[in-house]
């Protein structure tokens, strides 16, 4: 169920494991890859672990099912930049 896997993602996004969070924010997507929140958490998560790529590509991910979402938008530019 992609919404469990969000929860417990998020669960420990809040407590700052980051580690734990992301395969739950992974099934979660592969469970519903329409779901941009989902890609959100997952973009800071990566962003926690220092994986660059990986949250530009959530970028760019969450700009094909939300083309105006400016915070996307301006994160790519942000991190392309370094």
Request: proline share 4%; hydrophobic share 35%.
């Amino acid at each position: 169920d992609p919404d469990f896997m969000f929860i417990m993602g998020s669960v420990y996004y809040i407590v700052d494991d980051s580690k734990k969070a992301l395969p739950y924010f992974e099934k979660s997507f592969q469970l519903n890859d329409s779901d941009a929140e989902t890609l959100r958490l997952k973009t800071n998560v990566h962003l926690a672990l220092e994986q660059k790529d990986e949250a530009i590509d959530c970028c760019y991910r969450i700009l094909k099912i939300e083309p105006k979402n400016s915070e996307a938008t301006q994160l790519i530019k942000e991190l392309e930049s370094l």
